[in-house]
């Protein structure tokens, strides 16, 4: 540790600390514009000098690292006259407009110019005015407010990695401008609004609507991805007007669909009172008539539920307290993107933090999409990649990262044995070997040379494997998640604390319902296939949309309308169109709950923003619900319910009695037992389905979201996608063509793409071309 004096006080920091981190470290008020902690130092605004003994003049404390035994003056009368001057210096253009800027009232520009600068200015000549540019649907321009801090710019370039903000010109005529214009092409865009000083740019769905004294903040969890991140909920009375990340939170930022998925809360989608179907619609009705009516499509039933992962760890406590009370014998299933059921030698969760696989001597991204997935962990890798740490990449596409990649290769879904095979193969030669390498080799005739990429990142002292969507969705999965443990603890990447599997899940508290459900979850597409030979008599459906998300919409189309249908949840969604009953449940934003994310972390959401309409948390609806068919109600109270969860996962109670949630991780399970060899693959078609997620799209609350609409449609691709050589060796050219799998045939607009590999069928758009995600292979032919 360093030690030096600040206003004559010693204090300890790490070496290389700079002055001003180390005085924010203490408490030490040093006034800056320039400066953010997640990005490179600028060191242009001259806003935090500090006066160091034996120096000849002041020092930018945000740029001078600290040395031992240094003295350092933060409140000086020379610095007071210095910090007037940059004061008067930043003003001379910055138009008088406090009144009526988004800003006022949580400006450092306005606070500043109170405690730093003059009372009076000395520019009398007129002031410059700048363009304003259009920065996409989430972000406002007010250019002639900027004071060039040049925040937004290090933003695009370090965070987002688009590089679309840029400087111009110098002196008086520079400017901040839009390289690209018409859209910010970045998943994060909404952070720029947070971290610009002043009111250049501000939040364009919120503009002109509320004042930053006039909110109430509720802590939240956003549920929108396994991420899981800490919110700061804004509301005005029962409205929310903005969600933001929380300060000093693990993440920093907050994507765009985490941020701006808010208007669904209000939309007409919602299920705000109870609704029973009647002639052929769904009408309003009062509670007591709803459960008469659910009573009588489930009493004495075969009944399948369906529901979502991301409620709160009560909210599926109460669904399997429903379970076992009124129909036991029932399976269950909530993911909607997994088709292998059979135990994975690791399950979905997180072994390693983000921290950790950004500290990782190698990260080897399979199969996913992490820009649209996960886009705070892809933000990590940009940052990792800045620091010149390699990541590597073997997928079906070359999915935009806004990176470099060190090491990429693209391969169709039916390789993934032969990748594996192949690295086994080489990490073998290299010595090292585990028991059950030669059971799966024998099982892989195939071998493919994008496996040397795997074995050589798992030649690094640490490794962190990221597992995505397309092994995870894999018919499969099971060998393929095996074949990639026997790697991993081949070398030595599956110890106890250097364990580096982590494989993607599809949402919220994966760990946790694995615990709850783990002995009655059956696959979805199995339970729809129940359901339509008709083994079941009901479905429930609880916050799920199976028509609407997941890799069968076919499966539940075939069934919905042709069993009765009971419908718990917030959002009606595309499942709502065959639902008889309908519940209203909170929305997550409208509850108090425990969650659990990707990386194990507990989030506890508290003050929670006022329900609009008749809703009521999902476990009074789930107590209610066995009560009027005659059960016996288990748990009549939050503190019942979560000695309930604690039964299952102790590690939670300690949680809610003390508030501490930092130090307490909940870690995936291991199956291993769960030894699975490849199984011979059908080659009855001839492409491979690959279905991509948007973060734009996928899920019922982006749906009901206007906002993000407006997002996917600036984002949009073609229906579906193809390599120009699998067109060329059909002979066939881009345009109307009939896509054949075993559902039969159907036509699709087919676009090119030289990042789709070849021999791969790319659904870019779930919504129009959904229904062939219930299908892993297919074939083109010439349209009709």
């Not at 965070?159 to 840029?166: F, K, N, S």
């Not at 500290?359 to 996960?374: F, I, N």
């Amino acid at each position: 540790m360093t030690s030096l004096l600040i206003n004559d006080q010693e204090v300890e920091v790490t070496p290389g600390t700079s002055i001003l981190e180390a005085c924010r470290q203490h408490g030490v008020d040093v006034p800056y514009f320039c400066y953010h902690p997640e990005l490179s130092v600028a060191a242009n605004c001259r806003m935090c000098l500090v006066e160091v003994e034996g120096w000849g003049k002041p020092a930018a404390s945000c740029c001078t690292p600290v040395s031992e035994g240094m003295k350092v003056k933060t409140q000086t009368e020379s610095l007071k006259k210095d910090r007037k001057m940059v004061m008067e210096y930043l003003l001379i253009h910055h138009p008088l407009d406090c009144p009526v800027c988004d800003q006022g009232g949580g400006c450092k520009l306005q606070d500043y110019a109170l405690t730093h600068g003059a009372s009076k200015g000395r520019y009398a000549e007129h002031k410059r005015a700048v363009v304003n540019y259009e920065l996409g649907p989430f972000v406002n321009t007010c250019m002639t407010r900027c004071i060039h801090c040049t925040r937004c710019v290090r933003f695009a370039d370090e965070v987002a990695g688009t590089g679309d903000i840029g400087v111009l010109n110098r002196s008086d005529h520079m400017t901040i401008a839009g390289i690209v214009e018409e859209a910010l092409e970045s998943e994060l865009s909404g952070n720029l609004p947070d971290i610009c000083p002043v009111g250049a740019l501000l939040d364009k769905p919120s503009l002109d609507v509320s004042r930053p004294w006039e909110m109430t903040h509720h802590k939240g969890t956003c549920t929108q991805c396994p991420n899981g991140c800490d919110i700061n909920i804004e509301s005005r009375g029962d409205e929310v007007m903005r969600i933001r990340p929380v300060e000093n939170s693990p993440e920093p930022w907050l994507c765009d669909r985490g941020r701006y998925v808010y208007d669904a809360f209000r939309s007409d989608a919602r299920i705000l009172e109870p609704r029973v179907r009647r002639d052929g619609a769904l009408a309003a009705t009062g509670w007591d008539e709803a459960f008469e009516q659910a009573v009588a499509l489930l009493k004495g039933k075969r009944v399948g539920i369906v529901f979502s992962p991301d409620w709160s760890v009560e909210a599926h406590a109460s669904i399997r307290l429903m379970r076992d009370a009124l129909f036991p014998d029932a399976k269950v299933a909530y993911d909607l993107h997994r088709r292998d059921l059979r135990p994975f030698a690791f399950e979905e969760g997180f072994s390693m933090t983000t921290a950790q696989i950004e500290a990782a001597d190698q990260v080897v991204v399979l199969g996913s999409d992490l820009r649209q997935r996960l886009p705070l962990l892809m933000q990590r890798l940009r940052k990792r990649g800045r620091a010149g740490k390699p990541v590597a990449r073997i997928g079906a596409m070359n999915y935009r990262t806004n990176m470099t990649i060190s090491s990429d290769a693209i391969i169709r879904p039916r390789d993934w044995p032969a990748v594996i095979a192949r690295a086994m193969e080489q990490v073998r030669v290299l010595g090292k070997t585990a028991a059950g390498f030669d059971a799966w080799l024998a099982a892989v005739p195939e071998r493919h040379e994008a496996g040397k990429i795997l074995a050589d990142a798992l030649m690094a002292d640490s490794c962190a494997l990221l597992v995505g969507e397309e092994i995870r969705s894999h018919d499969d999965a099971a060998a393929l998640i095996y074949g990639i443990d026997l790697l991993m603890r081949a070398c030595g990447h599956a110890e106890k604390d250097s364990d580096g599997r982590n494989l993607i899940p599809e949402g919220m508290n994966t760990q946790s319902l694995a615990a709850s459900f783990g002995d009655v979850r059956i696959s979805a597409g199995e339970l729809f296939a129940q359901a339509g030979a008709g083994a079941l008599d009901a479905l429930v459906v609880i916050g799920s949309d199976p028509m609407g998300d997941g890799l069968f919409p076919s499966a539940a189309a075939a069934v919905l309308g042709k069993v009765p249908l009971v419908q718990i949840g917030s959002i009606s969604g595309r499942t709502g169109e065959f639902a008889d009953v309908q519940l209203p449940a909170s929305a997550y934003p409208e509850n108090e709950g425990t969650f659990v994310n990707m990386e194990g972390r507990i989030r506890v959401a508290t003050n929670p923003i006022r329900s609009l309409g008749q809703e009521r948390p999902l476990w009074k609806v789930m107590m209610r619900l066995i009560q009027v068919m005659g059960g016996e109600v288990p748990v009549v109270s939050m503190d019942e319910l979560r000695a309930v969860v604690a039964g299952r996962m102790p590690e939670l109670a300690g949680i809610w009695a003390s508030g501490e949630t930092d130090s307490v991780m909940v870690r995936p399970a291991r199956n291993r037992d769960a030894a699975c060899v490849p199984r011979k693959q059908d080659q009855a078609f001839a492409l491979d389905v690959v279905s991509r997620y948007s973060m734009y799209r996928e899920g019922m609350w982006a749906r009901a979201s206007g906002l993000l609409s407006e997002a996917a449609d600036l984002h949009a691709l073609d229906d579906v996608l193809v390599h120009p050589d699998t067109l060329a060796s059909a002979g066939l050219a881009a345009g109307e063509l009939t896509v054949r799998s075993f559902l039969g045939e159907k036509v699709f607009h087919v676009g090119v793409r030289e990042d789709v590999s070849p021999g791969v069928l790319f659904i870019a758009r779930r919504g129009v071309a959904g229904e062939l995600s219930d299908v892993s292979a297919a074939s083109l032919s010439g349209g009709k």
